[in-house]
Structures are given as C-alpha cells and as structure tokens.
C-alpha cells in the first residue's frame, strides 16, 4: 500500500528556514518522481519542485529556485524539501506526491501524480 506522509510544518518568520520531510512506504523511491506542491487558500495547486526516480533530476520552479532544496535519501525512503529565505507569500499547504515513472522530471504538474501525502501547513509570519 502506497502511502506518503509530511511533516516539518508549522509558523516561521520571514527570512527563517524549514525542512519538510516526506516518507514513503509502500514502493521504492528508486521508481518513483516525487514532487513537492503547494496550495494557498484560494489558489490552484503549484509545481514546486520534482526530483526523479532513476538518475534524481531536480526542478524548481521560478518561485523557489535559488531558496528550495529537493533531495532524497532511497536508503530510509525519505524526500526532503529544504526552504530557506522563506517569504509571507510562501503561506501554504505543502503536499509531496508519487508518479509511477522512474524517468519522469521537470515541472511537476498535479494530475500526473498517482499518489499524495495529507499535506503539512506552512506559515510565514512574524
């Protein structure tokens, strides 16, 4: 049974940092792109950031590049989202999700995503 679950939420100031962590059961990182998103209220569903099964090939999207960081650990079947600089605007829920592809990369788009987690809230405020 797939399953991915967040943490590494909660309340940050503008300019702190936060680590999201997201474990996956169920099936190897080593077939899998996994893909970070975000969604404020009232707002669609954002890309931010994939990395890919086989060969881990990361992208970031305009919004976070130079302040995220994806990474993997295949060992403990553990994904990582590094945020650093974070900003008010980066208010959101943080879901990571599963395709079933171990060549997939690029701009995570949402419906190409076979599983998700249940979401961690991030909140940028001071």
């Known amino acids: 049974q797939v399953q991915l679950v967040e943490s590494g939420g909660g309340l940050v100031q503008p300019g702190g940092p936060l680590r999201l962590s997201c474990a996956a059961s169920?099936?190897?990182?080593?077939?899998?792109?996994i893909g970070w998103f975000r969604q404020a209220p009232g707002k669609e569903r954002e890309g931010l950031s994939s990395?890919?099964?086989?060969?881990?090939?990361?992208y970031y999207a305009d919004s976070v590049k130079g302040r995220f960081t994806i990474s993997r650990d295949n060992a403990k079947n553990m994904v990582y989202l590094q945020m650093n600089r974070l900003k008010p605007e980066d208010t959101a829920v943080y879901y990571c999700?599963?395709?079933?592809?171990?060549?997939?990369?690029?701009?995570?788009?949402?419906?190409?995503?076979?599983?998700w987690g249940q979401g961690t809230q991030v909140t940028v405020s001071s």
């Open positions: 169920g099936f190897s990182l080593d077939y899998y792109a």
């Open positions: 990395i890919s099964g086989s060969a881990g090939i990361t």
């Open positions: 999700a599963a395709r079933r592809s171990a060549y997939y990369s690029g701009r995570p788009l949402a419906r190409e995503f076979d599983y």
